[in-house]
């Protein structure tokens, strides 16, 4: 894997699961990171510091609540005022829900498509900005396999999750003259507290469906962002990838 030394990478909800997976092997090649977490925690702080001393990077925090557009607003003016450079976005954080369209409050489906698609879209439009007068940048987002496969129970999550697939196509698109890649990775079935909340049922289906009979790990899924992230993908722009073990 090619080294992303002196590169610097914004990472939401980086501080467990997948998120902290790619916070992990971002900083073992030498990536500077900004972790974009919700709240503020010791524990969290002392891990991000000890990768920091192990692998000579820089790791900051910022912290917003993604159902709360102004504190996304606020905390990222503070930092754009910094006038930082940010050569990857890493759309991560979001939030799991499964249930039966017609006894799912439209509330619900709101606070699902607020986290998964709608902060994404204003994040991105914030960091794009910095990154179109750069004139280079990397940006990923977090859709599912379930955007893709026919699953009950999918009217907020999988559909919020397929708003992320298309999204990614149309930025890639719009953001190309620009010399920035958007790409999206759709998942399986992950070794994460999200795929553990899931009902046993579910879980037994997804792993009969994947030809490795098994979930994959968020260490799977870091690697292959590492690779999206780096100029070795410098030709690949407005693809879904699926990461799900044969589904």
Request: glycine letters at 6%; a neutral charge; aromatic letters at 8%.
């Amino acid at each position: 894997m090619a080294s992303l030394s002196s590169k610097t990478a914004l990472i939401t909800g980086c501080n467990r699961g997948i998120g902290k997976a790619i916070l992990e092997k971002l900083a073992s090649l030498g990536c500077n990171v900004i972790c974009a977490t919700r709240n503020q925690t010791p524990e969290f702080e002392e891990f991000t510091l000890e990768l920091s001393t192990k692998f000579d990077v820089s790791i900051q925090h910022i912290y917003f609540d993604l159902t709360d557009e102004e504190s996304i607003k606020t905390s990222l003016n503070q930092l754009i005022k910094t006038k930082p450079t940010i050569d990857i976005l890493i759309n991560n954080a979001g939030i799991a829900y499964g249930g039966i369209m017609l006894m799912t409050p439209l509330k619900k489906i709101k606070e699902v498509f607020q986290v998964n698609y709608f902060s994404q879209i204003l994040i991105t439009q914030y960091i794009a900005k910095i990154m179109t007068k750069q004139k280079s940048g990397v940006i990923i987002n977090m859709s599912s396999v379930m955007a893709m496969e026919n699953f009950a129970g999918g009217s907020a999550y999988a559909a919020s999750k397929a708003a992320v697939a298309t999204f990614t196509r149309t930025t890639a698109n719009e953001l190309a003259p620009f010399n920035i890649r958007v790409n999206a990775i759709a998942p399986g079935l992950i070794e994460t507290e999200m795929g553990d909340a899931m009902d046993q049922k579910t879980q037994e289906l997804f792993n009969t469906r994947s030809d490795f009979k098994r979930r994959g790990t968020p260490q799977e899924v870091a690697d292959l962002i590492a690779f999206l992230v780096s100029d070795e993908a410098k030709y690949i722009t407005g693809q879904i990838i699926r990461i799900d073990g044969g589904m």
